[in-house]
């Protein structure tokens, strides 16, 4: 659905990325009849994914699957346009927003939406790109209950880690054990709780990972495997794209955009949403396909509003 793009084109908003919070937004707009680019360079975060899940309505549903539906839904606004490229630049030029594309456009809005969402960044293991995703995961909310009851692992040294497999075996199998890919960095104390819950900890490094007809080998240095069901990975992240440092957003301490409850960034007219983002003053903060979902709407409908009142007061004045 790419229509209503020229060389250079100006629409009331720009919204730079095309997973769920993009699109979401530009359903809002699209609905309150504000003139929309949505700028898609099609790298959604959760693509290697079977299934989304807990997602009302849409449990199961492939995430290409919801991007497809996704898109089918905006046709039916004659004020939104798609247009599949990659932004290579956006700066803030007077009142306006300028943003340059891969394709040689020039788009300018009164204000941006920034929907880029983050990358995860795995451990250098041979094998584990093929098993992220579909038999590995970073969630245990989000993936544990299709592996209940099923031998499990979770990989990583870390606290977080250790936290990890214990929710696990709690809430989703009690068949779990710690691979912690070397020596561990946890504390003792939390070595003794992990004694204590009986999980097994595994210290030797991990030279690879097998993962097909849904098991997930993991290749030890002592020569030995170990054959799971599945297993779950904290991953890393980092910002898919550069464009909000290069804008000057303030980014909060865990390398996220810094936003306000309405999903406003430190710079005027830019707006920030999804797992890119995060309220600058909240601890913590859980990436879901829902709240992605729930912050394009909340961005695009205070946005829409903000567009209004100031016509209205400014219209007002004698």
């Known amino acids: 659905m790419e229509r209503g793009i020229s060389v250079e084109s100006h629409f009331d908003v720009a919204i730079i990325g ?18 929309v680019v949505l700028i898609d360079s099609h790298q959604q975060r959760n693509v290697a994914a079977s299934s989304v899940h807990m997602l009302l309505g849409r449990e ?7 991007i497809s539906s996704g898109h089918q839904e905006l046709a039916r606004f004659p004020n939104v346009s798609i247009f599949s490229a990659e932004v290579t ?3 803030v030029r007077g009142s306006r927003v300028v943003v340059s594309t891969t394709t040689a456009h020039e788009i300018s809005a009164d204000h941006l939406i920034l929907a880029t969402g983050v990358v995860d960044e795995l451990p250098a293991i041979p094998g584990i790109e093929t098993a992220y995703g579909k038999w590995l995961f970073h969630c245990p909310l989000c993936d544990g209950f299709e592996l209940r009851d099923q031998p499990l692992v979770v990989i990583g040294g870390s606290e977080q880690a250790a936290f990890t497999a214990a929710y696990v075996q709690d809430r989703i199998s009690r068949d779990v054990q710690l691979c912690c890919n070397g020596e561990p960095a946890f504390s003792p104390e939390t070595r003794s709780k992990l004694d204590r819950d009986k999980i097994p900890i595994l210290e030797e490094e991990l030279v690879a990972i097998d993962a097909r007809s849904g098991e997930l080998t993991l290749r030890l240095s002592n ?7 599945a297993g779950f990975l904290s991953a890393g992240y980092r910002q898919r794209s550069l464009i ?3 804008l000057g957003c303030e980014m909060t301490d865990d390398g996220r955009v810094g936003v306000d409850p309405f999903q406003r960034t430190s710079v005027p007219n830019v707006f920030a949403v999804g797992d890119m983002a995060r309220v600058a003053s909240a601890s913590g903060g859980m990436t879901f396909v829902a709240t992605a979902i729930a912050d394009g709407l909340t961005a695009a409908a205070f946005l829409d509003e903000d567009i209004f009142a100031r016509s209205w007061d400014s219209e007002g004045v004698p």
Do not use: D, N
């Open 244 to 246: 909000p440092q290069e």
């Open 223 to 229: 020569f030995t495997t170990v054959t799971y069901r």
């Open 89 to 91: 630049k956006a700066l």
């Open 60 to 66: 199961g549903m492939t995430p290409a699957g919801l």
């Open 18 to 35: 095309g997973g769920p919070a993009g699109l979401a937004a530009a359903q809002v707009l699209g609905r309150q009849r504000r003139s």
